[in-house]
């Protein structure tokens, strides 16, 4: 990479790029209108969508959040990249060759950074596989994954690889193109005791990791159960945090299976990779994994902006349970469907397709629990409820589930199922919740801030001229910054002047991010009439009439500080008013002849 890109190239990328795919890759979109698309903002935690994107302009804008822009910023916002980065990405995809200007040592160093992460785990990632299809060393590991069930396809499918026992594999084979210190960034080597450089994967199946765009950034690697060190070491090791891998907001997989959750608007989250290699091989295409973490609000995060139901299935119940508890704590947070499937006999996910075939498991996740009836069902079991002393007990031990339900609703149906689980009256649950809630404080709705007359109108010339190519022909040259009282639509007026109304161009064109957003966000907000000349020709005339009123109440008050017998310009100023006066007749008199259509 090199200096700065040429501007036809940056504007031949934004031509080619189709936001709306673009986007698609992240969320589900549904159409909202002539000339929108919304759904769930990727920026921000929210359950009503208000993420919207115009095909036509090539812009989005959230409404909760205030993210907007064009296709690169888009994609520079959702996977934390530069902006170089960002086009570098769209061109590539788009079939756009760029020329760069200038040279920037510093600006190539941090733009680089991430890309020589992203080689090296690249890199390894070829390595380890052919290690495992071709080398000796492999041969073990061949053996497992063969009983465990995973086939030659799965293996190329997912780049599973194998890092053989010995320190230095890795970095003898990438000296030549990475630094030690490269490789200790990428989480690919490690420090020893004594403060050398080894390998940090060693005599382990691994597994890449892939971020949204399916780039490698990291990887989940198995010791073989034939391995004497076995007993001492974990089953799992992964990758440590780094610039590009945080495990907090990954899923392994969901590069691959985010179509299909999509398609289902269902996701399976399993406990590990092989489990959802083995659901993938036997066509459930929809399942993904935590990277050697617990499910957590990134995962949730994810995962909402494809699905609408989301089972996390575990093999065992004190899985399941600590499972469900981490995520009883944010699912209310997001508009998914938390269900909590426990496979029986002990099986894991991939020994239950395996054994009893997809259809069984399909069957299962259709029947899995929702979160909170799980949580319900496995707190009160754990009482005996023969006695008054239990039920009263597995009563207490429910009630801060259902406390913690925002829903009335939803709190109102869980507590008649903990009566019907414990063994008691409805009446006596309401009784017992209904006193753990009188001491919360009262939530106190924001008040929000209503626009001014002035402000209102401002922005709704704004929206036309930003919506229609006409329209702003039309009524551009007879606005002026004068028109505009609010410095913020001033900008933005003067931002869309300089751009002919292209708002995708003055999106493209402007580097202060907010102002951007706030002009993307124009054609997406929605108007206040409808769009059309007769409209916009009223929006127009209230403009100018509210402009001649200002300037006819500047008049008024020096007049009347001005002395008629002894000021020279008190004359003037009375000419002025009176011709600003008729001014205002004749504006009132055009807008009432505007038809209302």
């Known amino acids: 990479m090199a200096g700065r890109i040429r501007q036809e190239d940056l504007e031949a990328v934004r031509e080619r790029t189709d936001l709306v795919k673009l986007v698609s890759q992240y969320l589900q979109l549904r159409r909202a209108g002539h000339d929108s698309m919304v759904g769930l903002c990727p920026f921000h935690t929210e359950k009503t969508p208000s993420f919207s994107v115009s095909p036509s302009k090539g812009v989005y804008h959230c409404f909760g959040c205030g993210a907007g822009g064009d296709a ?8 934390n990249l530069t902006f170089v980065e960002a086009v570098e990405r769209l061109a590539k995809e788009a079939g756009v060759t760029l020329r760069y200007e200038g040279d920037s040592a510093a600006e190539r160093r941090a733009a680089s950074r991430r890309q020589a992460l992203h080689r090296a785990n690249e890199e390894a990632a070829a390595l380890y596989h052919r290690m495992l299809l071709e080398g000796r060393e492999g041969a073990d590991a061949r053996d497992y994954l063969e009983a465990r069930g995973i086939g030659r396809e799965a293996i190329e499918a997912f780049q599973v690889g194998y890092a053989p026992g010995y320190p230095d594999f890795l970095l003898r084979r990438l000296s030549r193109r990475f630094s030690p210190e490269v490789l200790l960034e990428a989480g690919l080597a490690a420090r020893d005791a004594e403060g050398g450089v080894r390998d940090r994967f060693r005599g382990r199946i691994t597994f890449p990791v892939h971020d949204l765009s399916g780039k490698p950034v990291g990887f989940g690697a198995r010791i073989l159960p034939t391995d004497p060190r076995a007993e001492g070491q974990a089953k799992y090791v992964n990758t440590a945090e780094t610039p590009i891998y945080r495990k907090q907001e990954l899923l392994y997989n969901l590069h691959r299976a985010r179509g299909a959750i999509t398609r289902s608007g269902e996701a399976v989250v399993v406990e590990g990779y092989t489990d959802v290699i083995a659901l993938w091989q036997a066509g459930i295409e929809h399942a993904v994994a935590t990277c050697g973490t617990a499910v957590g609000e990134g995962h949730f995060r994810l995962l909402s902006r494809f699905a609408r139901r989301v089972v996390l299935s575990f093999d065992s119940d004190e899985a399941g349970m600590r499972a469900a508890e981490r995520a009883y704590a944010v699912h209310e947070r997001f508009p998914v469907l938390p269900v909590v499937l426990i496979l029986p006999d002990g099986l894991d996910p991939a020994d239950h397709v395996r054994h009893r075939g997809p259809e069984a498991f399909r069957e299962a996740a259709a029947g899995a629990r929702p979160l909170v009836e799980y949580m319900l069902r496995r707190t009160v079991g754990r009482f005996d409820l023969s006695t008054v002393e239990g039920q009263t007990a597995a009563v207490a031990a429910a009630l801060p589930i259902l406390e913690g339900l925002q829903d009335p609703v ?5 507590a008649h199922l903990l009566a019907e689980l414990a063994g008691v009256t409805e009446g006596s649950v309401v009784l017992a919740l209904e006193r753990r809630l009188a001491g919360r404080p009262r939530e106190v709705a924001q008040a929000v801030r209503r626009a001014s007359a002035q402000e209102r109108v ?9 919506r229609d190519a006409e329209l702003y022909r039309t009524y551009a040259p007879r ?9 913020q639509t001033r900008k933005l007026f003067g931002l869309l002047r300089e751009a002919g109304g292209d708002v995708g161009a003055v999106v493209a064109a402007t580097a202060d991010e907010r102002a951007a957003g706030q002009v993307a966000a124009l054609p997406l907000e929605p108007l206040e009439g409808e769009l059309s000349e007769e409209y916009a020709e009223r929006v127009w005339l209230r403009l100018q009439e509210l402009l001649l009123r200002r300037r006819a109440e500047d008049v008024r008050r020096r007049l009347q500080a001005a002395n008629p017998q002894t000021d020279p310009s008190w004359e003037g100023l009375f000419q002025q008013l009176v011709e600003l006066d008729g001014e205002l007749r004749r504006i009132r008199e055009l807008a009432e002849e505007v038809p209302a259509g």
Do not use: G, I, N
């Not at 910023?73 to 996977?79: M, Y």
């Not at 939803?410 to 869980?414: G, I, M, P, S």
């Not at 401002?458 to 930003?466: I, T, V």
């Open 479 to 487: 606005l002026s910054e004068e028109h505009f009282r609010s410095p």
């Open 410 to 414: 939803r709190r109102d149906e869980y």
């Open 72 to 79: 690169v910023r888009f994609l520079q916002q959702v996977e």
């Open 458 to 466: 401002e922005r709704e010339m704004l929206r036309l001229l930003a």
